[in-house]
């Protein structure tokens, strides 16, 4: 079992920034990657970026270059900086794990970008 805490979010307004994290716990040792997802309201989840435990990264197009994902290994913790927000960056972020067998999902965490 691996559970998931992901903090960070909040309200900010347009052309702000965040730093999302996600602390893993339980059996780490079989995580293969972990990444950011987001569900807008009346929207289905989506990717937003990915890391595996050997650093290699994939983002969604529609965040590249505004949004960057990182691994703290010593922490055990992954990031999301997300950089010139907008309002359709609006909505809950979740951190999944990735084991060979199963993908474990955190509670998330809101995220509010005003204009």
């Known amino acids: 079992q691996v559970q998931l805490v992901e903090s960070g979010g909040g309200l900010v307004q347009a052309g702000g920034s965040l730093r999302l994290s996600c602390a893993p716990s339980?059996?780490?040792?079989?995580?293969?990657?972990m990444g950011w997802y987001r569900q807008a309201p009346g929207k289905q989840r989506e990717l937003v970026a990915m890391?595996?435990?050997?650093?290699?990264?994939n983002y969604a197009d529609s965040v590249k270059g505004r949004f960057t994902v990182s691994r703290d290994n010593a922490k055990n913790t992954v990031y999301l900086q997300m950089n010139s927000l907008k309002p359709e960056h609006t909505a809950v972020y979740y951190c999944p794990a990735f084991n060979s067998w199963y993908t474990y999902w955190g509670q998330g965490t809101p995220v509010t970008v005003s204009s």
């Open positions: 339980g059996s780490i040792f079989s995580i293969n990657a």
């Open positions: 890391i595996t435990t050997g650093g290699s990264t």
